[in-house]
């Protein structure tokens, strides 16, 4: 009797949710008309600095309660699709380029175990990522959509989603944006929705499987579609060089006079939360007049356009004919044949770890509040340093549901990481020692 009230109250959960979900998508049309003056008057729909304080706002109470009640409802298991029963299938990712790197080997298994499905994936990166991906790849469809946009343009864009009619989304997401990422499959809508239960809030998908902080993200997400049926697993992620890329970088490896020369790149940048996962970059400064005065080689400077400034300011002056300031001059596929081509990676907590690890380039990543046995690959080559003072409160981030992002400690898990043991582990990379 206690397990079939339990049955009824998530079975009635779910209703709820489906029932929301289908009117937020029938109001679209009349949400654009009554909205569209605003748009008109801003001329892009974007939103204004106001609106993301007020949604920031607003938006945290509505998280916790959905993760309270989520975590009162018990779940009803169900049996995975049957491959006849999937004819499209999506596989959702925003948490950044490592994150929808770890897309390419789901790709293969859904393919492998649903041979008759149009697979797809939707991100909020650029499609070029996935050029990446390794000859004969299986067929799939890279879609977007972007957070940024406003109200009336992501309403838009979820309505030509759900007119897809997908069979199942796959929401390999934790950590930043779990719940919403959630609530954005369950309004493009699938017969079976597969997410994790994390911190006991997978109440909005269909089918759901626990998440544990001390195993790697990568294998987690192969457990996550092998419980939809899908065979095999995710221990590694194959990627190939990009040909355009290898010749651009290689003319220009030529043109520094540096092609034969033994590279060394230094990515002292995150995409986000810098305080909590990355060295700082004075340290970075200390440990490259090692490398090129002590070792010898060529270090080579890279980031994004958006680090160009941070780059000038704390690079600038370093006075070496050995080191080469890249930042914001390479795409992201011409910086991944550019790792190709080095002796050593070092960097923090950032997707460079996988582009090394595919290519089977020797990294070296410093780590602050993330933990490494979580970000890193099981059969990883990457040398992980983490601080040797004894820190109870480290790692603070294991990829948990609505995480504040506030350190007590003065972040001493980066500042306290020494030069000289990073220099030392960059040394018996190039040297050949085994990790």
Not at 41 to 50: D, E, H, L, S, V
Not at 53 to 58: L, Y
Not at 299 to 319: C, P, Q
Request: net charge positive; aromatic share 8%.
């Amino acid at each position: 009797m206690i397990g079939t009230c339990a049955q009824h109250r998530s079975r009635y959960a779910r209703i709820l949710l489906n029932g929301t979900a289908r009117v937020a998508c029938d109001q679209i049309e009349r949400v654009e008309d009554i909205l569209h003056v605003s748009e008109a008057a801003t001329g892009t729909g974007q939103r204004t600095g106001a609106g993301v304080s007020f949604k920031q706002n607003i938006k945290l109470p509505f998280l916790r309660l959905y993760m309270a009640v989520s975590r009162w409802l018990p779940r009803v298991s169900s049996p995975p699709p049957a491959p006849r029963e999937v004819r499209k299938a999506l596989l959702m990712q925003f948490g950044g380029i490592g994150d929808s790197l770890r897309m390419i080997p789901l790709i293969r298994m859904l393919a492998g175990s649903f041979p008759a499905a149009e697979l797809a994936t939707l991100t909020d990166q650029s499609p070029s990522l996935f050029d990446l991906a390794p000859e004969g790849f299986p067929p799939c469809r890279h879609l977007n959509f972007d957070f940024a946009h406003g109200i009336l343009r992501k309403l838009r864009r979820i309505r030509e989603l759900r007119r897809e009619r997908f069979d199942l989304i796959v929401v390999p997401i934790v950590g930043d944006g779990f719940v919403e990422v959630g609530v954005l499959a369950r309004l493009i809508g699938a017969r079976y929705l597969a997410g994790f239960d994390l911190d006991g809030g997978g109440l909005i998908y269909t089918h759901s499987i626990a998440f544990h902080s001390d195993r790697s993200i990568l294998a987690q997400y192969g457990s996550l579609v092998g419980a939809m049926g899908a065979a095999g697993a995710a221990q590694n992620i194959p990627l190939r060089q990009h040909a355009g890329a290898e010749a651009a970088v290689a003319s220009r490896l030529q043109d520094a006079g540096i092609a034969d020369r033994p590279l060394v790149i230094v990515h002292p940048w995150v995409g986000h939360h810098e305080r909590f996962r990355a060295w700082p970059p004075a340290r970075y400064r200390e440990l490259i007049v090692h490398l090129v005065g002590e070792l010898e080689v060529e270090v080579i400077l890279v980031g994004g356009a958006a680090d160009r400034e941070k780059a000038g300011s704390v690079f600038g002056n370093l006075d070496s004919r050995r080191f080469h300031d890249w930042t914001g001059e390479l795409s992201f596929l011409e910086t991944s044949a550019l790792v190709a081509r080095s002796r050593c990676l070092v960097c923090n907590d950032s997707c460079l770890i996988m582009i090394a690890d595919a290519l089977g380039v020797p990294s070296v990543a410093i780590f602050g509040s993330t933990p490494p046995q979580q970000v890193l690959a099981e059969h990883s080559i990457c040398r992980a340093i983490v601080t040797d003072v004894e820190l109870a409160c480290r790692p603070c981030y294991a990829h948990q549901s609505l995480f504040r992002y506030r350190c007590s400690h003065d972040f001493r898990c980066l500042e306290t990481v020494r030069v000289e043991r990073v220099l030392q582990t960059v040394r018996a990379a190039l040297a050949g020692v085994a990790a």
